[in-house]
């Protein structure tokens, strides 16, 4: 017990000692010493009750308390009591003054910001932005379900998702078609949900402005490549045998200039395309034309081996996925010392779907690397890769052509140890094969 309050203890059980003291000498007096004593006693425990019945009408009121005065048990309490009082509305200050600060912030943020109840999927609150962007006015609609009011964007069945819903990229806005936004879910808590809207048109139009401008380079350099090939043909290194390796040397960089451009425009072509085509995708051939062309290109310095297991087809395009198989393929060859080995895997997945992977033995990539890999022209050492003649956009191309079939590129590595590339293909992807496209594989 702190020092002061054991003080104001003492003290009281010192007037309350008095006081009984005083009635029993009256009661002698008088010659009624125990009626006199106990009426006294009653009028303490009366006292008592009152003062406490004081204490609990302020409480209740929820009354400011005044600084209390005096000493005593019953004016300590009062100090205590005030003491915490003031302690928790200077909390509560602070906890109003940083939520202010929290709203001011949301409130002038570009992104629209919209707080969303789970269950109800109705708007509790909703910063500035959210107006231009999404359509929405405060106060409004506070309280409104948030899937009538961003119509026509699917937001029932987004939000249904929950903490598993994926970002929604470029689409228009509810307020103005031309307006491009990424929609994201937050699930902040159990109850509240927290939905971002940017505005990416910006950002977009640059994109596509990328976009165009690589494609038509990319178109305009064919021609002018195309008469450096017909020259370089045309020279002859038997007329003037001190020019054979320059021109040797004029060839192969001629070619992998074309190589370059032709990968620019297979990029911007994927680039362009929202969605392919669906077709049976037969992958037993398409096994066995991978194991001839990465037996072509090793020309015998690696042990190529083919593992088909899933014994099922795809559904998607025959021309783009066979691009990034062999893109796959020829980087195992490429990146693999001689003497490695390459192996093809077709499997089925845990959850339905489909895998294919190609597993090398080479020099492996650092994990540094891995998040980078797939960007155009990004590479792990330059040297390396010139050597080996790759352009940087393989890589990449694989990716567009795995987001085009909804599918995933997984990448795993180590350093001298070699690195397996996997093609996850959902279970909407997967169908069953053929008799005939299973005897082609086991033929090949």
């Not at 062309?293 to 021309?319: F, I, P």
């Not at 597993?359 to 792990?380: C, K, M, N, Q, W």
């Amino acid at each position: 017990m702190p020092a002061r309050a054991r003080s104001a203890w003492t003290k009281t059980l010192g007037q309350l000692v008095l006081i009984l003291a005083a009635a029993l000498a009256a009661g002698l007096l008088v010659g009624q010493p125990w009626p006199v004593l106990t009426l006294a006693a009653l009028g303490v425990v009366a006292w008592h009750y009152w003062k406490l019945r004081n204490v609990l009408l302020r409480l209740t009121a929820r009354q400011r308390l005044a600084p209390p005065q005096g000493t005593g048990i019953w004016n300590e309490l009062d100090r205590l009591l005030h003491r915490g009082q003031s302690e928790m509305r200077s909390r509560k200050r602070r906890l109003v003054a940083m939520l202010r600060a929290y709203r001011a912030a949301a409130a002038a943020l570009p992104d629209a910001v919209v707080v969303v109840e789970r269950n109800s999927q109705r708007v509790q609150w909703l910063n500035e932005a959210a107006g231009p962007l999404l359509g929405l006015r405060y106060p409004q609609d506070i309280g409104a379900a948030l899937g009538a009011r961003l119509q026509p964007l699917p937001m029932a069945h987004w939000l249904s998702g929950g903490r598993s819903a994926e970002p929604l990229q470029d689409v228009a806005s509810p307020v103005n078609p031309d307006l491009r936004l990424n929609l994201r879910l937050i699930p902040y808590s159990d109850e509240l949900w927290l939905l971002v809207a940017r505005d990416v048109t910006k950002m977009m139009r640059l994109e596509q402005m990328r976009r165009d401008f690589v494609a038509n380079v990319s178109h305009e350099l064919r021609t002018p490549l195309t008469v450096v090939h017909g020259y370089l043909d045309m020279l002859d290194p038997d007329d003037q045998p001190e020019w054979a390796p320059m021109l040797a040397e004029m060839r192969r960089q001629s070619q992998r200039m074309t190589q370059l451009v032709e990968d620019l425009l297979t990029l911007s072509r994927l680039e362009a395309q929202d969605a392919l085509p669906d077709e049976n995708v037969a992958m037993a051939p398409m096994l066995a034309t991978l194991r001839r062309e990465a037996e072509a290109l090793s020309q015998g310095r690696h042990q190529v081996k083919v593992e088909d297991s899933a014994m099922v087809d795809l559904w998607g395009s025959t021309k783009e996925l066979h691009s990034a198989f062999s893109n796959l393929v020829s980087n195992a060859i490429r990146y693999t010392p001689a003497g490695g080995s390459i192996v093809i895997r077709f499997a089925r997945s845990d959850d339905g779907g489909a895998v294919l992977a190609v597993e090398d033995s080479g020099y492996g990539i650092p994990a540094a690397h891995l998040p980078r890999i797939t960007e155009r022209f990004y590479r792990v050492s330059t040297s390396r890769s010139r050597e080996s003649g790759g352009t940087g956009l393989g890589l990449s191309i694989v990716k567009h052509v795995l987001q085009l079939h909804q599918a995933r590129l997984q990448i795993r590595s180590e350093v001298g140890r070699g690195s397996t590339f996997s093609c996850h293909f959902g279970g909407e992807r997967v169908h069953a094969r053929d008799a005939m496209s299973t005897t082609i594989v086991r033929s090949a």
